[in-house]
Antibody, heavy 123, light 107 residues
Framework: EVQLVQSGAEVKKPGESLKISCQGS????????IGWVRQMPGKGLEWMGI????????RYSPSFQGQVTISADQSISTAYLQWSSLKASDTAMYYC????????????????WGQGTLVTVSS | YELTQPPSVSVSPGQTARITCSGD??????ANWYQQKPGQAPVLVIY???ERPSGIPERFSGSTSGTTVTLTISGVQAGDEAAYYC???????????FGGGTKLTVL
């Protein structure tokens, strides 16, 4: 059974750093991309970017480029999303998603989702 | 690049719900649909415009015509009440985009 298990909820202050994780199991981690999707309170879904489980290839949405860092550690089947300096506007639920990604067409399909990690940034 | 969905759709139980998603690149790019119930992670219900993942009821179907893709839910049930999001990529495949979401209300 494919599972993506995310780290727990976080409460941080503006300016602090944070790294949340997503561990995949039940499939070949190195054969898929893992993506991250943001959902701000009461709002819709926003794609942030993806990282390939097999190497360091990473693609970012223009909206999030430079704002976050996405990475993956294939040795422990875990993907990460990190911030160096959080803002109050980063308060949101963050989902990791197993991504089928076609490099030639950029077709992306999110077939399995983690349970979400709620990040709250408040002074 | 944007995908446009109606904010809300309402139907009575047993009726057919149709949720549209419009975007200029949709004639060239596939679209997928996700269902999100309150407090839960989204679930893929349609991929590549009209394919249904295993475990998704046949009541869910997808179609495409020009710049519009449509999610159709036949014989709507109370348990189908949720937000539905379409998702695709821009015409040159630079980035992924989601529609704004449609809240399906079962009257």
């Amino acid at each position: 059974e494919v599972q993506l298990v995310q780290s727990g909820a976080e409460v941080k202050k503006p300016g602090e750093s944070l790294k949340i994780s997503c561990q995949g199991s039940g499939y070949s981690f190195t054969s898929y991309w893992i993506g991250w999707v943001r959902q701000m309170p009461g709002k819709g879904l926003e794609w942030m970017g993806i990282s390939y489980g097999g190497d360091s290839d990473t693609r970012y949405s223009p909206s999030f480029q430079g704002q976050v860092t996405i990475s993956a550690d294939q040795s422990i089947s875990t993907a990460y999303l990190q911030w160096s300096s959080l803002k109050a506007s980063d308060t949101a639920m963050y989902y990791c998603v197993r991504t089928y990604y076609d490099i030639l067409t950029s077709y992306s399909e999110f077939d399995y989702w983690g349970q979400g990690t709620l990040v709250t940034v408040s002074s | 690049y944007e995908l446009t969905q109606p904010p809300s759709v309402s139907v009575s139980p047993g009726q057919t719900a149709r949720i549209t998603c419009s975007g200029d690149a949709l004639p060239k790019q596939y679209a997928n649909w996700y269902q999100q119930k309150p407090g839960q992670a989204p679930v893929l219900v349609i991929y590549k415009d009209s394919e249904r993942p295993s475990g998704i009821p046949e009541r869910f179907s997808g179609s495409t015509s020009g710049t519009t893709v449509t999610l159709t839910i036949s014989g709507v049930q109370a348990g189908d009440e949720a937000a539905y999001y379409c998702q695709s990529v821009d015409s040159i495949g630079t980035y992924v985009v989601f529609g704004g979401g449609t809240k399906l209300t079962v009257l």
